[in-house]
């Protein structure tokens, strides 16, 4: 099993900054990848970032070239650092993680955290 526990959420003026972490622990030897969605209200949930084991990262069009994901292999500890954030990135944010297992893959989600942007 992982457990994901996110921080950093907030709110914030249009075009400022936040920094969101989100911390791996228990079975961290599996995970391949980690990464972000986040969820607005009454629409589905959507990838914002995923960064893999080898540092390969992927990002959702709205977002490339204003948020960065990068991720320190040795705290289990995966980042979304925002930036130039819109009012459309208001959002709960989820931090995710895939782990492999000879039985096979198991997702798993963070708690969330509340991101809110003003305009």
């Known amino acids: 099993q992982v457990q994901l526990v996110e921080s950093g959420g907030g709110l914030v003026q249009a075009g400022g900054s936040l920094r969101l972490s989100c911390a791996a622990s228990?079975?961290?030897?599996?995970?391949?990848?980690m990464g972000w969605y986040r969820q607005a209200p009454g629409k589905q949930r959507d990838m914002v970032a995923i960064?893999?084991?080898?540092?390969?990262?992927n990002y959702a069009d709205s977002v490339k070239g204003r948020f960065a994901i990068s991720r320190d292999g040795g705290k289990n500890t995966v980042y979304l650092e925002m930036n130039s954030l819109k009012p459309e990135d208001t959002a709960v944010y989820y931090c995710?993680?895939?782990?492999?297992?000879?039985?096979?893959?198991?997702?798993?989600w963070g708690q969330g955290t509340q991101v809110t942007v003003s305009s």
């Open positions: 995710s993680a895939t782990g492999e297992f000879i039985s096979g893959l198991q997702y798993y």
């Open positions: 960064i893999s084991r080898p540092g390969v990262t």
């Open positions: 228990g079975s961290t030897f599996s995970i391949s990848s």
